[in-house]
């Protein structure tokens, strides 16, 4: 493992900053909004061919952002910081198509509560970026603007589903990027663009809900922040929450801001360490040299770490009952023009959750009930439980799944993200941190989980770690035209 930084950033300085060093410097007056609009859109257009991260951009709809935060002053979390939002979620007025076919051409008339609330916070949205076709798959495609490709080697996966916003953060087109996370969507993209990014807890983060064509009461998946450092996720995170009465289970805002727990991390941190939980996936050697360094790292600034794990027994066959759950609930109101279209691999998953029996239904809830109190005494003892982020390094890009880790092999695109079911399952927050590069120059992510609504808690032992590794990687130009070895 390397932490050396071997790919130059040609673009803007003001793209260089971190979210909240450039948050400072408006509130301070330094720059304008319009200032970093224009460097983030003159980045866009520079790496965008390279990278396909962000296919859909609104210049004009910032810009009159821009004059209107102007006009009043800069105010609130983000005070005019330009930002990408996933190609899954609504912004008034801008084109959003889910990444299928059957809604290119869907130009929504309102925004979802969590991007009203950006706004209000002073967040200027730049464009939506890419996702697999509804965010079903780990590989960013789609038949509306095609793959996202890895900034590290554009020859690569990016992962995804968020696998935009991490591509676009990494090459510094915005300061933060909006991701959601069901199986892994947002921490894997985070792990294999060197990004971090945080799973939230379930109601933490609002999104708005529609009378007969939302399932609010399901709730595996969420919101969450997406940057390229611990502290700007923590900003991002307190510009994104807060309470909404119109959505089940919405959490009010935490009286004691996410970034204070990152600003007032220590190294004296007490993590439970599981590589491959207990057995539970694959994981190839690179990973677990990068995470074993890590943690060697964390214990030499003064951190305890214990290799310990809970008893997750039945957490797949949990984790997929409960995901054919809310596919068959999310896709029951959907009109069969659309159903139609989709790519078979979501019509796959359609037709496993329709097998689902009562007794199906019934048992999951029990099962993660039972591995969420096992889950949470353990962490009674430790600050977070850390394990793999996702056990194989990137693949080409043309692989739509990986089948084989380390000779376990998988039968559908759900088995090489196991890592990402136990916080899913549990309702508990997680995040992929970049411990470092692999020998072939290739980030690699540690992921982090942490106690029932305990997302401080995450993001001050993920500071902890940041700092132990030498992090944050900062921004890349693309890496183009590199073979896999």
């Not at 408006?26 to 990278?51: C, G, N, T």
């Not at 998946?221 to 119109?246: I, N, T, W, Y």
Request: charged letters at 20%; a negative charge.
């Amino acid at each position: 493992m390397t932490t050396t930084h071997p790919a130059p950033f040609t673009g803007p300085e003001l793209c260089r900053l971190e979210a909240h060093e450039a948050v400072a410097m408006l509130a301070s007056r330094e720059v304008s909004p319009k200032d970093l609009l224009d460097a983030a859109f003159a980045r866009i257009s520079a790496v965008e061919p390279a990278i396909n991260a962000m296919p859909t951009l609104c210049p004009e709809r910032a810009y009159e952002a821009a004059d209107k935060l102007d006009y009043r002053n800069t105010s609130g979390w983000l005070a005019g910081l330009p930002l990408g939002i996933k190609d899954l979620d609504r912004v008034k007025g801008v084109r959003t198509t889910f990444g299928t076919a059957a809604m290119s051409d869907n130009v929504p008339d309102f925004s979802d509560h969590f991007v009203e609330r950006l706004e209000d916070n002073g967040g200027i949205v730049v464009g939506k970026t890419n996702t697999p076709e509804f965010g079903a798959g780990a590989n960013t495609f789609n038949p509306v603007f095609g793959a996202t490709k890895n900034p590290w080697n554009t020859s690569l996966n990016a992962a995804g589903s968020s696998g935009g916003a991490a591509a676009s953060l990494a090459t510094g087109e915005t300061w933060l990027s909006q991701g959601s996370d069901h199986g892994g969507s947002l921490r894997t993209p985070a792990a294999y663009c060197g990004v971090v990014g945080l799973r939230t807890v379930p109601g933490r983060i609002s999104t708005t809900l529609t009378s007969g064509a939302s399932a609010g009461w399901i709730t595996e998946g969420v919101m969450g922040p997406m940057a390229r450092s611990v502290r700007d996720a923590a900003l991002f995170l307190d510009a994104m929450c807060g309470f909404e009465s119109a959505v089940p289970f919405s959490l009010p805002t935490p009286a004691t801001p996410f970034q204070q727990a990152v600003i007032e991390a220590t190294p004296k941190v007490r993590i439970a360490y599981a590589p491959d939980l207990g057995g539970f996936g694959a994981v190839e050697p690179v990973i677990r040299k990068a995470m074993a360094d890590a943690l060697t790292k964390v214990e030499a600034e003064g951190g305890a770490v214990i290799e310990e794990c809970p008893n997750i027994e039945g957490l797949e066959k949990t984790y997929r009952r409960l995901r054919g759950i809310g596919m068959a609930a999310s896709y029951a109101q959907m009109p069969d023009a659309i159903v139609e279209q989709v790519k078979p691999t979501i019509r796959e998953n359609l037709a496993y959750a329709r097998t689902l029996t009562l007794e199906d239904v019934t048992i999951a809830q029990v099962d993660r009930t039972r591995i969420f109190l096992s889950v949470q005494q353990f962490l009674q003892d430790f600050d977070v439980l850390a394990c793999a982020t996702v056990g194989a390094m990137p693949r080409a890009l043309g692989i739509e799944w990986i089948d084989d880790i380390e000779g376990e092999q998988y039968e559908d695109y759900l088995g090489w993200l196991r890592f990402a079911f136990l916080a899913t399952t549990t309702g508990l927050p997680a995040a992929s941190v970049p411990i470092g590069l692999s020998p072939d120059g290739l980030p690699i992510g540690l992921q982090l989980i942490g106690p029932p609504q305990g997302e401080a808690k995450v993001l001050a032992v993920a500071r902890a770690v940041e700092m132990a590794v030498g992090g944050p990687l900062g921004p890349i130009d693309p890496i183009v035209g590199q073979d896999r070895p």
